[in-house]
Every structure is written in structure tokens, then in C-alpha cells.
């Protein structure tokens, strides 16, 4: 860190002629080669509470003391001055990429990197690296990632790895044949690993007057690889990871006043489920092990194993920090930034700015009780009796969640017969006997179909240790699997044909050899509170989030992955459609190709969405796949597969 004291500027500037590559470069006005940020150390005041990480700021005076041309790579966005690089740069239909007349000169990255500090900015070496012949080829290095590359961990440890490489183009995927060809394909050309505010302000404002992609990285872990994107500048918001627990939280201009956190970008379901565990709480969080609650889940709406009793992540949230496109540093509240803050809760990352800390209501900690079991077509479980057990489980959805069930279940194609799998049941404030009571229904007219099983059922006392025994860790990196999904709506459950119809749908799916993925869950607006946020109406308005995946051959060749997506998206994803008009899709858990995604995704909101959109970032200093304002760019891939990995143009 740089030393500093007080509100004192910290300055050393550098003067270099113009900002082109291969430009005429004249002398530094003196000897030394080091560059400095320049940053003040801002002071927190009124119910304003920052991290020490968001005290060093990026400001205006900072920057006038800097020399012109120097200065001139990191200003904030003012549309009424604008140089005439940056005219030339943002004129063409593409952003910036390497290999173009305007993609900055290596002494520029440098010149950056120095100002940065603490060599924060990292360019990109694949982690799968050390499995291809070349300097970075180390077998026994190889030998681990290959036996590790379904384990999240890895993943969100790399400054720039992506949980689903299927979007990042399958360049370099870890591999026992060093004879393959490893490229960046989707990975981000640099990342900044983001340790203070002004770093995140600095890569705003230079991604923006560069015209380069800008992408936002967590953890990676997203179904449609937003964190990529080829050519681009990424920044890393993983090693955000402070946590501060506040008993009494007034939250001005609401009537909360409670416990609450307030947490870093990077900081996981781990970690702040055990910082509430410590104090009696628990808070609305992820199911899956390593999510980064506090990044683009959160600001994606998120559904938790709590939903169904406190509602959406989204709706936990009291305040947020954020640097937006103009590269400033803002707290959005239910006082100030309102309309920003309303968009950040559920109208998804990496659209409006870069989110560096929330502030989350807390709730007292309950215990928990969570049931696992499983049953499978054979012996004395007929293909018939399966369907009509499952069939049967759907008539409980609107009871289970009225009692805050969260269950997360699983029909698995199976490569002979289909298996019905629960992973867990999760019935949180309730004892083993009032779970066993809920379940008994439904598990006595799966015993009259000959369908028996012997569940887990297990008591914790409270929610963090139940949590962490009974989610498993997901499996990433797959390689031949898309994903969509449909939020069902209420409405299906209000006559038996419209449920059977429901039903129908899903088999099919399963039938076909999908893997089906559910959740019971009710997200309403009075489990959440009633809060006025962005989150996709159609979660107020379901009993079940299911998910659907196809997969193809691995290393099937373009043509058929695009015909087996083109089949999904148009036939098994819109039979669910047809089935559910109106409804929508988590755009967490989405099929990147999905119709209509702005209805799918954001419903009724999205017009007023694309709306602030276009006014926080008129020059669209932020894209990620399918996010508001998307539809006005594409990624140009050499295949014709969706992915990042390709220059991103105007439409």
C-alpha cells in the first residue's frame, strides 16, 4: 500500500507526448521511471461508513496536479470535454482490440500498472497453462488442475478463469495432451487485482477513454461467462474481502433499524455465513459453497435457501457502494442515488458500476432441519410409478413453501432409467418431527407406488452448520453443457390440467435425456419485506425455479453445438415458455440465447432499467451477455457460437 496521512495527495507524475500506439514518445520530465497514484484518503461522514480499502479514492484535485497527458488516461467522464484521441478511439462500430491502431502501447499498460501500485495489474496467462507445451509447460502442475478442474476453488482463485468455459470458447482447458494449442480465446487481455478503490476508478476511467471492453470478475462463478470477455480489461473483485458487523443499523429513510453487515465485493457464502454464525445470525445468502453473495448474485436478485421465509438477496440490501461508469465513487441508499440503488438490486452486475461493499439486513440465527433421499426406476420402482411419484410431488409445492421450505431436487436422465434425487430438503426453523410431518404425506403415496427409500434426515441448531453439511459443492467447467431455466408461475398450480401440463413439460425434458434441476421456493414481496427494487416480478409470482441442461458430444464441432443449443432455446426451452406466458427466467441460471431476454429476465422493469442505463453510462463503458443494454452490442466469434471470445461491436 502507499503510505500516506491525513487528506495529504500523494503525486509523482509522468509526461509522455500522445496516447497512440507507436506515437512519438517525448522524455519524462525527470529521471525516475516510478509512477504514483494519486489519490486522497476521503473521510467518512454522516450514516457513510467505508472500508479502509474504500478510503483512498481517486479524485478530481488528484488528477488536475497530474501532467495533461498523463492525467488525460484517467479522467472522469465529463461529455463536454472530450479529447480528440478519444473521439478517434470510440469512433469505430467495435471497442478496442489488441491488435488495432488504438489499443494502448505497452508503456502505456506499464505506465498504468505503476499508478495502480502493488504490480495490480496481471496480464493474462491461462490457468490451464501449465498443460501445454511452452515456457509455462510443469506436468506435475498439469497433473493437479487436471484432477481438480471441476472443483470451483481453483477457479475463483485466478485473477481471470472461468466457470463456464463454454463461454470463454474452450481455448485452453486443462488437457494430458501438451500438444494442443492454448489461447486466451474469451479471457480477459489484462486484469487489475482490485485491493482499493482508486484502482477500480483508475481501470473505469481508463477501460472508458481507451474505448476497451471493460468486464467485472468475483469469483467466475456465472452460468453465461459475464466475467469475460476476449481483448478486454477485467477487473478483480475477489480480494475484497472485509466484513463488519453492526448490532443497531438505522437505515435512513426506512423504518430498519437491527443487526446488519456490511461486506466487501469479494466476501463469499462462506465466509459471511460464518461472520453471522459468530453473532447469533444468519443472513440471506447463496446456496452454492463459493458464490460471491456480494457481487453479481446479489445485484441479480439471488436465491437463497432463506427466500422462502426473507425473500431475495436483493432485498436484504441497505446500502451499497459503487463506482459507476464516470469513474466517481458513490453510496447508493434509500436517500441518495435512488434510482442507482434501485437498479443495483436486481437489475444485474456489471451494468451500472462496480459494487465494492454492501450493507445486508441480519436475521437471528434458527435451526435448521435437512433431508436427503433418492429413488430410481428398477426393481420394484416401475418407469410408471416413478413419473406418478414425482407427478404427486408437484401438488406440494404451494403448502411446502408457505412453511419457508427451500428444496433443491434433481431428476437425473440416468444413461438405463431416470433417479429422482433431493439434495436437500431444507426445512429451516423446523424440528425433525415437524419436517418428518411435512414430508409424510407425500412419502405414504410414494410408498403405495412401491417406491421406497430410507432418507437422511438430520437437526442442526442452527443454520450455518446445517448449511454447510447438507448444499454440496457444485461441479464447474463443463464442457458440453448449456443451461436455461423458467420461474413457474403460481397460476400453474390453480387446476389440475394446467399442473398436469406443468408436469408434462418437465418430463419431457427428462425423457429426452436432460438433466432437470428444481427448487421450491416463494420469493414473494412479503417474505422480502415489501421492498421497491428491480428483481424480476416474476419471482414474486412462483412456487419453482427449475433449471434444464443439454449437453453434445464433448469436442462436438461447431455446427452441431449450434444446432443443439438451436434446439433447446426453440424447442425444449420454449415448450416450458408456451406453458408459462408472461412468467420469466432467474438471469443468474439463464440460457444465453433466450428470446425476448429483457422480458425473461427483468420484466416489467426493464424499461425503466434501460432507461437509467442509458443515462449512468451513455458511452456503454459496461457490457456483459444479456445484461440491460446488451442488445445494442454483439460478440463477433469466428464460429458463430455464443461466447466472448471475439471483438464486441455495435449492432
Known amino acids: ?390 407427478r404427486l410431488y408437484l401438488d406440494y409445492f404451494p403448502s411446502l413453501s408457505a412453511q419457508g421450505i427451500y428444496a433443491y431436487w434433481f431428476i437425473l436422465s440416468g444413461a438405463t432409467s431416470p433417479t429422482f434425487l433431493m439434495q436437500p430438503f431444507w426445512a429451516p426453523g423446523k424440528t425433525l418431527d415437524e419436517t418428518n410431518a411435512l414430508l409424510a404425506p407425500w412419502f405414504a403415496q410414494l410408498k403405495a407406488l412401491n417406491i421406497t427409500f430410507t432418507p437422511k434426515t438430520i437437526h442442526y441448531d442452527s443454520f450455518y452448520p446445517g448449511w454447510k453439511a447438507s448444499f454440496p459443492q457444485e461441479a464447474v467447467s463443463k464442457t458440453h453443457v448449456c443451461t436455461g431455466s423458467r420461474l413457474w408461475p403460481k397460476q400453474n398450480w390453480n387446476t389440475a390440467k394446467a399442473l398436469d401440463d406443468t408436469f408434462n413439460a418437465v418430463k419431457t425434458s427428462s425423457t429426452s435425456g436432460l438433466t432437470v434441476i428444481g427448487f421450491i421456493i416463494d420469493p414473494n414481496l412479503k417474505n422480502g419485506g415489501n421492498p421497491d427494487n428491480s428483481v424480476n416480478p416474476a419471482w414474486r409470482n412462483t412456487y419453482a425455479h427449475i433449471l434444464q441442461s443439454v449437453n453434445w458430444a464433448d469436442g462436438a464441432s461447431a455446427e452441431v453445438q449450434l444446432a443443439t443449443r438451436q434446439n433447446f432455446t426453440l424447442g425444449h426451452m420454449q415448450r416450458w415458455r408456451d406453458l408459462s406466458p408472461g412468467a420469466g427466467s432467474y438471469l443468474g441460471e439463464s440460457d444465453i440465447l433466450e428470446p425476448n431476454f429483457q422480458q425473461s429476465f427483468y420484466g416489467s422493469a426493464y424499461n425503466r432499467l434501460l432507461a437509467l442505463k442509458k443515462k449512468l453510462d451513455p458511452k456503454d463503458v459496461f457490457f456483459a451477455q444479456t445484461a440491460v443494454g446488451s442488445e445494442n452490442w454483439k460478440v463477433v466469434t469466428a464460429n458463430g457460437l455464443p461466447s466472448g471470445n471475439g471483438n464486441l461491436c455495435r449492432v
Open 1 to 390: 500500500m502507499f503510505p500516506y496521512s491525513g487528506t495529504s495527495i500523494l503525486i509523482l507524475g509522468l509526461y509522455f507526448g500522445f496516447l497512440a500506439a507507436g506515437a512519438s514518445v517525448s522524455s519524462p520530465r525527470s529521471s525516475s521511471d516510478e509512477v504514483a497514484p494519486v489519490v486522497t484518503e476521503v473521510e467518512t461522514a454522516g450514516n457513510i461508513s467505508y472500508f479502509n480499502f474504500e478510503a483512498l479514492q481517486l479524485t478530481e484535485e488528484g488528477l488536475s496536479q497530474l501532467d495533461e497527458n498523463t492525467s488525460a488516461l484517467f479522467q472522469f467522464d465529463n461529455t463536454e470535454q472530450t479529447t480528440d484521441d478519444l473521439e478517434k478511439r470510440s469512433s469505430g462500430s467495435c471497442k478496442v482490440f489488441p491488435g488495432d491502431a488504438w489499443w494502448p502501447a505497452e508503456f502505456i499498460w506499464d505506465v498504468f500498472n505503476q499508478i495502480l501500485g502493488n504490480d495490480a495489474l496481471i496480464k493474462t496467462i491461462p490457468l490451464a497453462s501449465p498443460c501445454y507445451n511452452g515456457p509455462n509447460y510443469n506436468a506435475a502442475k498439469c497433473a493437479v488442475l487436471y484432477a481438480n478442474w471441476t472443483n470451483s476453488i481453483i477457479h475463483m482463485n485466478d485473477p481471470t478463469s472461468m466457470m463456464s468455459p463454454v463461454y470463454q470458447g474452450l481455448t485452453c482447458e486443462a488437457t494430458l495432451d501438451p500438444t494442443k494449442t492454448c489461447t486466451l480465446g474469451a479471457f480477459p487481455y489484462y486484469a487489475v487485482n482490485a485491493t482499493q478503490v482508486y484502482q477500480i476508478q483508475l481501470a473505469v476511467n481508463f477501460a472508458r477513454v481507451s474505448n476497451i471492453r471493460l468486464v467485472v470478475k468475483n469469483t467466475g462463478h456465472d452460468f453465461s461467462g459475464k466475467s469475460g470477455g476476449a481483448g478486454a480489461l477485467s477487473i478483480w473483485t475477489h480480494n475484497l474481502k472485509d466484513i463488519k458487523y453492526i448490532p443497531k443499523y438505522v437505515a435512513a429513510g426506512t423504518s430498519y433499524t437491527g443487526p446488519a453487515f456490511k461486506a466487501g465485493a469479494g466476501v463469499q457464502a462462506f465466509e459471511i455465513y460464518e461472520a453471522a454464525y459468530k453473532q447469533g445470525l444468519m443472513v440471506v445468502g447463496g446456496e452454492g459453497i463459493t458464490v460471491g453473495v456480494m457481487g453479481g448474485y446479489i445485484q441479480g436478485g439471488g436465491h437463497s435457501p432463506l427466500s422462502s421465509i426473507h425473500g431475495m438477496a436483493s432485498d436484504q440490501v441497505l446500502s451499497m457502494e459503487v463506482v459507476t461508469p464516470d469513474g466517481r465513487f458513490v453510496t447508493a441508499d434509500f436517500v441518495q442515488n435512488t434510482e442507482l440503488f434501485w437498479a443495483l438490486r436486481g437489475g444485474g452486475g456489471s451494468t451500472f458500476g462496480v459494487v465494492t461493499s454492501v450493507t445486508i439486513k441480519a436475521y437471528p440465527d434458527m435451526p435448521v432441519t435437512a433431508s436427503t433421499f433418492s429413488f430410481t426406476v428398477g426393481g420394484n420402482i416401475t418407469s410408471e410409478n416413478f413419473w406418478k411419484g414425482v
